[in-house]
């Protein structure tokens, strides 16, 4: 779908997956005005198949899109584009299990030329992917880094939209987590290097027994939308679940005296991974015994077979697409 300044959205078109065409001058590539989405359609039981939560991504591409000064998608024609392309591609959804279609949308500036300023055409595209279960031969927990050298996002800047840009400035982070051995960076507070933020591609929940805790927004973090969906669901199976302020003194410390007893990472493409043990240059710690923890698998457990069908969707989250 394109975008006109004075014509607002034009031209849908649904087609079969082809390169696009660039001109060299045009401004995403220079400017990087780039925002995307991230969703799964599962198979039912019944064979049909639904997306998960299309309106949540369809209003959090409206907010990075105003952060970006970009013009905002309806959100039913989010969900409309996103349909179409799900109904041409039914026979690529998996046939069951935590395997999926994936969708990924997104919009650039399709406008050429050199000068800094918001672009007066946009392009609003959909693409799919199948995507395998994340984990192949159980869920296997993940070790991460602490970045204190570099942080993915400041306040008043773009960490809480999904923006390329965010995405850039933590590639070299993440490769030196892998230098010391980890899988994944964990994202700290840019004023403070202190508190606990995120993951790269995933939020974080703390769990102390029958509570949980996920770092608040605070405008630097990314408002995930499997995030959102675990406090009501760990609400629904009797946890205590709340935001709050965990720093990195407080994860070690509540590690070293037990109370602190399984953190779990959480985001569309994992759902829910284990984190196993941290790492940073200061110290390395195990969380609880480095397995997958009881809380976390069972919360794991909870949100796929929602997404799945297998439990009833008492939250009107799942859209069916026949
Ligand atoms: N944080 C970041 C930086 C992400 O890229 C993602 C993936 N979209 C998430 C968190 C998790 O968000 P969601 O649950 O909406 O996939």
């Known amino acids: 779908i394109k975008w006109t300044e004075g ?49 949540a991504n369809a209003r959090r591409f409206q907010a990075s899109a105003r952060r970006l000064g970009m013009p905002e998608l309806p959100v039913e024609t989010f969900i409309e584009a996103c349909d179409a392309l799900v109904r041409q591609d039914k026979n690529w959804v998996p046939a069951s299990g935590e395997e999926s279609l994936y969708l990924r949308p997104f919009m650039i500036a399709s406008e050429v030329g050199l000068g800094v300023r918001p672009a007066n055409e946009y392009l609003f595209i959909v693409i799919a992917s199948p995507a395998g279960a994340y984990f192949t031969g159980g869920v296997k927990p993940v070790s991460v880094w602490l970045s204190q050298e570099y942080v993915r996002a400041v306040r008043g800047g773009t960490g809480a939209a ?3 840009g965010n995405y850039a400035a933590s590639l070299v982070a993440q490769a030196q987590a892998a230098q010391h051995g980890c899988d994944q960076v964990v994202w700290l507070d840019a004023i403070e290097r202190r508190w606990i933020e995120e993951m790269g591609g995933m939020n974080l929940y703390f769990v102390y027994g029958n509570k949980i805790v996920t770092p608040e927004l605070s405008g630097s973090l990314l408002p995930g939308i499997t995030r959102d969906s675990l406090l009501k669901i760990a609400t629904d199976l009797g946890y205590e679940a709340a935001e709050g302020r965990i720093s990195v003194e407080d994860w070690k410390a509540a590690t070293e005296d037990g109370s602190l007893t399984e953190v779990f990472a959480c985001g569309t493409a994992a759902v829910i991974t284990p984190v196993g043990s941290v790492k940073s240059e200061a110290a390395s710690w195990t969380v609880g015994d480095g397995k997958p923890g009881e809380v976390t698998m069972k919360l794991r457990k909870a949100l796929l077979d929602l997404q799945t069908g297998a439990t009833p969707d008492s939250h009107g989250w799942m859209h069916p697409l026949g």
Do not use: C
């Open 7 to 55: 014509r607002g959205w034009h031209d849908a078109q649904l087609v079969p997956y082809a390169p696009l065409s660039m001109d060299p001058a045009n401004m995403t590539l220079h400017y990087a005005q780039t925002i995307f989405e991230g969703l799964k359609a599962y198979r039912q039981p019944d064979g049909t198949v639904a997306t998960f939560r299309p309106d």
């Open 162 to 164: 999904k923006t390329g």
